[in-house]
């Protein structure tokens, strides 16, 4: 029986992939996707492989970005997540059938692949290797047919089995070495790569498809999985010798250039595992078509370009584009922030007027520490740095906080060239990551901002992406992605920022910092609630983001006007996994026994500042439970915002309280406004659940 290591090096224990408990056949685990996930994640809880908890919520995140249901009757819900301890699949024969979004119906078989954060690549072979055999006929049809769990688990154990699928695991590729006999015709060759966003289920599945789909086509078809585990990389030779390419990926190509003048067909890993056959034929009517779009290494997954087989329209592209900005500069604003925020805890919050590495100071030159307080040691609590100082201590605390905030303002600095630069490249691959930055830079040079910081990553993006449509030599197609892009598309972006669209942008964010400012009274109230309102919106999604985005890059600002805002998106932020925690307590018997375990977690999640805590409960039940949180952020956002609480910190939560100003009022004010939103949201889905039977909103729905 195929295992897998509990633990890394240096064990010998080791577990199977599935046990008969971990199967369930003709099961009633309810009547949506969320109450199957949670039933089946709570079916690997009860092992001990996992958190039931944690791995629910993870596998209901997965299901937020793309379905999992894959046609035929098939489901499979999956995630890699730090609450598994034990590489994991369960099985439910499910009866009735669910919806899990496939085209064709609901699924009566469902696999919950539950993948530890630590897996290695043993780990990922094996369930690479049951993905692929949810592509084969007679595998499903022996799940179906089975009487007993452990037909089940013989079927996967076969599937999985090392020395029985390696000589078929890559049965086209094999091929790839062997010359053509003399006077036989060349057969065409296909190089394709798939990924997903998670590398272990769609990923694979996709890869076998194309691969059954080029053995019916009577041609070589070498597929590459970009999956979790190692990645077995294409030959180049292979790839130099290939008519045409294959891109079946939601996220980003690697090494994209390696196929630079290669026709492309691109597209999701759904499309190549429900229609394989037709991106076949779609790859080699590319082949023979010298007009077919070519690869120039540029264009990410993410972000597919317009033809050659993609499926994503402009705006979704754009979408996912500046998605991937905010994402890849969320980590310098956190490293940057809360480093600010502990420069400010230990060298007090006037440390900003000697932002270098000498800015310690005196005792005397403390500006808000009198001559008197230093002498007699009373300080007021203003700092770690000033009660040392005022105690005798010397001033090392007071350097140490210095030092801090140099470090947190040389992070902060990358803000705006990081959104910039990663923008360009969801857009445009690496070529368009320096043209970005240096945009970026630029920017940020010319006081633009980060709306100039937006403007010149999609400008980075759309000219580089453009230049790499150009039809050249191939010869010369190697140097694009490498020289030739990113030099005239650096010059470009520069040339449009200090020649033309500088000057407008860094005025537009003058006037919106102006704006922001001079805000006062009931104009303050409103935007808390449009704020409020953004945060529990989507929890963690587009709009999320981009109130979390407006309220992070006016940080660098420094205002007070600034600050506030920053503290009313974190509050609201904090709304609707706290509400969900507490209705969850309150109201016991409205929740399932899996939510009250997602509510437990979500107090922490929420205290976190981790919007996304609320998800499990959102997926379940939209209806009720996204109207009720915005109220709640509604009512935080509103109150933050009139009590005046100022934030220094971009994350958090609870545990960033010595960042907020005025002190201490700041604290008083941050929870009540908290605790206020946290209530009126749970009575607030506590009311709709009551009042309105689910029933009623499955109808609706």
Not at 230 to 258: C, H, M, N, T, Y
Not at 466 to 475: A, L
Not at 540 to 558: C, M, Q, R
């Amino acid at each position: 029986m195929p295992t897998v290591p509990t633990q890394r090096e240096g064990t010998t224990l080791s577990e199977p992939l599935i046990t008969s408990e971990l199967v369930l056949l003709d099961a009633d685990l309810g009547s949506t996707k969320t109450e199957v996930i949670n039933a089946m994640a709570a079916l690997v809880g009860k092992t001990g492989r996992a958190d039931a908890a944690g791995l629910a919520a993870d596998a209901l995140a997965r299901e937020e970005k793309a379905v999992t249901g894959l046609g035929g009757g098939i489901a499979i819900p999956h995630c890699r997540s730090a609450a598994v301890h034990t590489n994991t699949l369960a099985f439910a024969r499910l009866s009735p059938k669910v919806e899990f979004g496939a085209a064709d119906g609901p699924a009566d078989l469902a696999f919950m692949i539950a993948a530890s954060e630590g897996s290695d690549d043993a780990h990922l072979t094996l369930l690479a290797m049951l993905a692929r055999s949810l592509m084969r006929s007679e595998f499903l049809e022996g799940l179906r047919s089975a009487t007993t769990p452990q037909q089940i688990v013989d079927l996967v154990n076969q599937a999985t089995a090392p020395e029985e699928r390696a000589p078929a695991a890559a049965p086209v590729a094999a091929a790839a070495s062997v010359a053509p006999i003399a006077g036989e015709a060349k057969k065409k060759l296909i190089v394709a790569v798939t990924s997903c966003p998670t590398g272990i289920a769609h990923t694979f599945m996709a890869a076998d498809g194309l691969e059954q789909a080029g053995k019916s086509a009577g041609i070589e078809l070498i597929v590459e999985p970009q999956g979790s585990g190692k990645i077995e990389w294409l030959d180049a030779a292979d790839i130099a010798r290939a008519d045409a390419a294959i891109f079946a990926a939601d996220v980003p190509v690697r090494e994209r250039e390696r196929f630079a003048g290669l026709p492309v067909i691109e597209g999701s890993v759904k499309r190549a595992i429900n229609e394989p056959t037709k991106m076949v034929a779609e790859a080699l009517a590319a082949a023979d078509n010298p007009n077919a779009r070519k690869v120039a290494g540029t264009a990410g997954a993410s972000a597919a370009s317009a033809g050659g087989g993609s499926q994503l329209s402009v705006g979704k592209r754009v979408q996912q584009a500046l998605m991937t900005g905010v994402s890849y500069m969320i980590p310098f604003v956190a490293a940057g922030g809360l480093l600010l925020a502990l420069g400010f805890l230990f060298g007090g919050f006037d440390i900003a007027l000697s932002p270098g590495v000498n800015g310690a100071r005196t005792c005397a030159q403390l500006t808000w520490l009198t001559a008197d307080a230093c002498q007699a040691g009373i300080t007021g609590g203003k700092s770690i740095g000033a009660l040392a100082i005022a105690a005798g201590w010397g001033s090392g605390i007071n350097y140490l906080g210095a030092v801090l905030f140099a470090i947190g303002g040389a992070a902060f600095g990358f803000l705006v060239p990081a959104l910039s630069g990663y923008i360009a490249y969801a857009l445009a691959g690496r070529p368009g990551i320096a043209p970005g930055f240096v945009g970026g830079a630029i920017s940020v040079t010319l006081g633009a901002g980060f709306i100039g910081g937006l403007i010149t990553g999609l400008l980075a993006g759309v000219i580089a992406l453009w230049i790499s449509g150009f039809k050249v030599k191939r010869w010369l197609a190697g140097l694009m992605p490498v020289v030739i892009i990113p030099l005239v598309v650096t010059a470009i972006v520069g040339g449009l920022m200090y020649f033309l669209l500088g000057q407008p942008l860094a005025n537009l964010t003058k006037a919106m910092q102006d704006g922001l400012t001079s805000m006062s009274g009931t104009s303050v109230v409103l935007l808390g609630i449009v704020l409020g309102l953004m945060m529990c919106f989507d929890l963690g999604g587009p709009v999320n983001k981009a109130a979390y985005l407006f309220a992070t890059a006016g940080l660098s600002a420094a205002t007070a006007a600034n600050f506030n805002v920053m503290a009313a998106v974190m509050a609201a932020g904090m709304v609707p996994p706290l509400a969900m925690a507490l209705a969850t307590v309150v109201r016991k018997k409205l929740f399932t026994e899996v939510e009250r375990e997602n509510g437990a977690a979500a107090w922490l999640l929420g205290a976190s500042f981790i919007s996304e805590g609320a998800i499990p409960f959102a997926a379940g039940d939209p209806l009720r439970v996204i109207p009720s949180m915005m109220v709640g952020g509604a009512v935080t956002g509103a109150l933050s915002m009139a009590l005046g609480v100022g934030l220094r910190a971009p994350h958090g939560g609870i545990f960033v309280l010595f960042a907020f100003q005025p002190l201490p009022f700041a604290i008083f004010g941050f929870l009540i406004s908290l605790v206020a939103g946290v209530v009126v949201a749970a009575a607030a889905v506590i009311t709709m659940k009551t009042a309105w039977p689910k029933k009623e909103v499955a109808a609706i729905a």
